[in-house]
């Protein structure tokens, strides 16, 4: 069992930065697949960003040279470092971790892009 706890959104001007982190309490966290996402109302999520146990990264074309994800397994902490936000960065902002089966979601934090 995986828990996970995000944190860090919040309101910010177009061309500004946040860093979101997810705090994740439970066993074996290094061996999980790790990956942000994100949901605005009436649409389906998406997949941001993604990082493999091995360190292995992957984005989103929409998100590419601007959001860095990233992992510390000792702390057991996963963060994604959001640069030159736009408004359609906009949404609620989801933590994921998955090994085989099992599929671990966090509650989410809202960011918002907007002047």
């Known amino acids: 069992q995986v828990q996970l706890v995000e944190s860090g959104g919040d309101l910010v001007q177009p061309g500004g930065s946040l860093r979101l982190s997810c705090a994740a309490s439970?066993?074996?966290?290094?061996?999980?697949?790790m990956g942000w996402h994100r949901q605005v109302p009436g649409k389906q999520r998406e997949s941001v960003a993604t990082?493999?146990?091995?360190?292995?990264?992957n984005y989103a074309d929409s998100v590419k040279g601007r959001f860095t994800i990233s992992r510390d397994s000792l702390k057991k902490t996963l963060s994604l470092q959001m640069n030159s936000l736009k408004p359609e960065d906009t949404a609620v902002y989801y933590c994921?971790?998955?090994?085989?089966?099992?599929?671990?979601w966090g509650q989410g934090t809202q960011v918002a892009v907007s002047s």
């Open positions: 994921n971790a998955h090994r085989l089966v099992s599929n671990y």
């Open positions: 439970g066993r074996a966290f290094s061996t999980y697949d």
């Open positions: 990082i493999t146990s091995g360190g292995s990264t």
